[in-house]
């Protein structure tokens, strides 16, 4: 009889690849995880996370708003990603998992959105993975949580074109729960180098222009930077 040939996780993390489960989680800050993957993907039609949220939005067909008005369904589209924008904000002050409410008087005040725009745009905050639930407390306020952002992430890929793998791997970190305990997974490059490729075709450039311009991207330093760098280099004090 032949061993058993250890799987890519055992090999890997020396871990039991049936006891062992893969898990994303969101980033603390979805504003500054979205800014830096638009800048990443450089589309011409997509040049700011605002932009972005309301494509994401567009994606969405809710049967009862596709047979009526169609400015009504552009209004809702972008009220809910200008809703969705908001709620980013706040969501990375909070911990994980809890909830952010919002009552109808702060969203006239915020974002000058009235009481019924809202309760038409929450539908939309739901497909994309929002849990929406009205509690007593405060006031019967709406009450928002992002936890089903596979959602909202299988869309942002709907709208580049590209495969989920891409906007998983560079929007959420990965690791692995086992029956010993907790660890931390590196991304899989080769997932996300094939993912690139795909783009760099779209874009008819080559994986290392891209990649290159990826890293020049993420190399560029602010002259205040700069000055401190050379300033180090001199061997003078922080």
Same mark, same amino acid.
């Given at each position: 009889?032949?061993?058993?040939?250890?799987?890519?996780? @055992?090999?890997?993390?020396? &871990?039991? !690849?049936?006891?062992? /489960?893969?898990?994303?989680?969101?980033?603390?800050d979805?504003?500054? !995880? &979205?800014?830096?993957?638009?800048?990443?993907?450089? !589309?011409?039609?997509?040049?700011?996370?605002?932009?972005?949220?309301?494509?994401?939005?567009?994606?969405?067909?809710? @049967?009862?708003?596709a047979?009526?008005?169609?400015?009504?369904?552009?209004?809702?589209?972008?009220?809910?990603?200008?809703?969705?924008?908001?709620l980013?904000?706040?969501w990375?002050?909070?911990?994980?998992?809890?909830?952010?409410?919002?009552?109808?008087a702060?969203?006239?005040s @915020?974002?000058?959105?009235?009481?019924?725009?809202v309760?038409?745009?929450?539908?939309?905050?739901q497909?994309?993975?929002?849990?929406?639930?009205?509690?007593? /407390?405060?006031?019967?306020a709406?009450?928002?949580?992002?936890?089903?952002y596979?959602?909202?992430?299988? &869309?942002?890929?709907?709208?580049?074109?590209?495969?989920?793998?891409?906007?998983?791997?560079?929007?959420?970190?990965?690791?692995v729960?086992?029956?010993?305990? &907790?660890?931390d997974?590196?991304?899989?490059?080769?997932?996300?180098?094939?993912?690139?490729?795909?783009?760099? !075709?779209?874009?008819?450039?080559?994986?290392?222009?891209?990649a290159?311009?990826?890293?020049?991207? /993420?190399? @560029?330093?602010t002259?205040i930077?700069?000055?401190?760098?050379?300033?180090?280099?001199?061997?003078?004090?922080?």
């Amino acid at each position: 009889m032949f061993a058993r040939k250890k799987t890519f996780a @055992e090999r890997r993390w020396g &871990l039991d !690849a049936p006891s062992a /489960q893969i898990i994303y989680d969101a980033p603390g800050d979805w504003i500054g !995880a &979205l800014q830096a993957f638009v800048k990443l993907m450089d !589309a011409p039609t997509v040049a700011t996370v605002e932009a972005l949220l309301v494509r994401v939005m567009q994606c969405v067909s809710i @049967e009862s708003e596709a047979r009526g008005y169609q400015w009504r369904q552009s209004r809702n589209q972008r009220i809910a990603a200008q809703m969705l924008r908001r709620l980013m904000l706040w969501w990375k002050v909070k911990s994980a998992g809890e909830y952010v409410w919002k009552s109808a008087a702060e969203w006239w005040s @915020e974002l000058a959105i009235k009481r019924h725009e809202v309760r038409e745009a929450v539908t939309y905050l739901q497909y994309v993975g929002v849990t929406v639930c009205q509690m007593d /407390q405060p006031n019967r306020a709406l009450h928002y949580r992002f936890d089903q952002y596979g959602r909202f992430v299988a &869309l942002v890929a709907e709208v580049y074109g590209v495969d989920v793998h891409l906007v998983r791997s560079k929007l959420l970190s990965k690791r692995v729960i086992s029956d010993n305990g &907790l660890s931390d997974v590196a991304a899989d490059d080769a997932g996300s180098n094939s993912a690139l490729s795909d783009v760099a !075709a779209n874009r008819g450039e080559s994986v290392q222009d891209l990649a290159m311009h990826n890293n020049n991207t /993420q190399q @560029e330093q602010t002259p205040i930077q700069q000055q401190k760098q050379q300033h180090a280099k001199r061997g003078g004090g922080s």
